[in-house]
C-alpha cells in the first residue's frame, strides 16, 4: 500500500482544502468518512481523560498507550482516518500500534466513533503541529514512523523547523519520517490569484486555509536540521484529468523519505 496517497486531500471540509475539486474523491474516502457518529459513543470521553493527563505528565516509557507495541506508527493530520483505517485493515499483527493526531476536534471525533476505531490498536487524539508547550502523548524514541501527507505545507513556514525538530524525538534511531506535499508551481498555486499570496510561496485559500509550495531543498533542509538522514527525496509529476469538469490539471507533489540515524547526532 502506498501510505503516500494524496487521495486525503478532501476528508473534511473545515481542516482540508478543496484544491482537487469533488470529482477526484476517491470511493475509498467516503467510506471512511462517511461512517456514522453513534458507534462507540462512549469512547471520546476517555480517549480525551486520557490525552489530558499525558499532556501534564512526563511520559513514562512504559505508561502510555500502545505500550506493549513493538511498532508503532503516527500520522499527524490524520483528518477523518483515511489513512489510518486501512493500515489497520490490511495489518492485522497485534504488535502494531498506530497513533493518530489532528487540529480539529470534528476530525479526531470522526475517527473515534468510526465502527473500525479500535482503542487496543489505535489512538487519537487532538494536537496542533505548532504548539510547543503540548507534548505529545508518546515518549522520545519510541515511534517506527511518521506520516506527513499534505500537512506541513498548512502551516506557517517559521514554524515548520521546530515541528519537525519535535517530531524527529518521537522517532526510534532508524525510524522513518515519510512526507508527501506540494511542489513548487504545481496546479494549485499557479490558481491563486492576487491578493491571496500571504508571503513568497505561502497563499491562503478561499475558505481561509493556507498552503505553502515546497522546493526539494527546502524539505531537505527541515528534515536534515532536525537530524534525519535522506532516503528519498523527489518530485512527483503527475497529470490529472476532471472529465466531470474537463479540466486538464498539472500537479507536482515531493515526496519524502527520512531516517533517523542509529546513533543519533543531534543529541535530541
Given at each position: 500500500?502506498?501510505?503516500?496517497?494524496?487521495?486525503?486531500?478532501?476528508?473534511?471540509?473545515?481542516?482540508?482544502?478543496?484544491?482537487?475539486?469533488?470529482?477526484?474523491?476517491?470511493?475509498?474516502?467516503?467510506?471512511y468518512s462517511s461512517d456514522g457518529l453513534e458507534h462507540k459513543t462512549q469512547t471520546l470521553p476517555v480517549e480525551e481523560n486520557v490525552t489530558q493527563k499525558l499532556s501534564h505528565l512526563e511520559i513514562c516509557t512504559d505508561e502510555f498507550p500502545g505500550s506493549l507495541a513493538t511498532y508503532r506508527i503516527l500520522e499527524v493530520g490524520c483528518g477523518v482516518g483515511n489513512t489510518v483505517f486501512p493500515i489497520?485493515?490490511?495489518?492485522?499483527?497485534?504488535?502494531?500500534?498506530?497513533?493518530?493526531?489532528?487540529?480539529?476536534?470534528?476530525?479526531?471525533?470522526?475517527?473515534?466513533?468510526?465502527?473500525?476505531?479500535d482503542s487496543s490498536r489505535c489512538f487519537a487524539f487532538v494536537h496542533d503541529l505548532c504548539d510547543e508547550d503540548k507534548p505529545y502523548p508518546i515518549p522520545r524514541d519510541s515511534l517506527d514512523i511518521i506520516i506527513l501527507i499534505f500537512v506541513l505545507s498548512a502551516i506557517v513556514p517559521d514554524k515548520?523547523?521546530?515541528?519537525?525538530?519535535?517530531?524527529?524525538?518521537?522517532?526510534?534511531?532508524g525510524g522513518m519520517m515519510l512526507l508527501r506535499d506540494y511542489g513548487r508551481h504545481d496546479m494549485a498555486q499557479l490558481?491563486?490569484?492576487?491578493?491571496?499570496c500571504l508571503s513568497e510561496n505561502f497563499y491562503v485559500r478561499g475558505d481561509g486555509t493556507r498552503v505553502y509550495f515546497f522546493t526539494q531543498d527546502e524539505l531537505d533542509t527541515l528534515f536534515t536540521t532536525a537530524g534525519l538522514e535522506k532516503v528519498q527525496n523527489?518530485?512527483?509529476?503527475?497529470?490529472?484529468?476532471?472529465?466531470?469538469?474537463?479540466?486538464t490539471m498539472y500537479r507536482v507533489w515531493i515526496q519524502c523519505k527520512y531516517r533517523k540515524p542509529l546513533l543519533s547526532n543531534t543529541g535530541s
Open positions: 500500500m502506498d501510505l503516500l496517497s494524496e487521495s486525503k486531500q478532501n476528508e473534511l471540509p473545515e481542516c482540508r482544502n478543496k484544491e482537487d475539486g469533488p470529482d477526484l474523491i476517491t470511493e475509498e474516502q467516503h467510506k489497520l485493515q490490511t495489518n492485522n499483527d497485534p504488535r502494531l500500534f498506530v497513533y493518530c493526531c489532528d487540529f480539529s476536534s470534528t476530525a479526531i471525533q470522526l475517527v473515534q466513533t468510526n465502527s473500525a476505531y515548520m523547523q521546530k515541528a519537525i525538530n519535535r517530531l524527529s524525538r518521537l522517532l526510534k534511531p490558481r491563486f490569484k492576487k491578493g491571496q523527489l518530485v512527483d509529476r503527475r497529470l490529472q484529468v476532471n472529465r466531470g469538469k474537463q479540466l
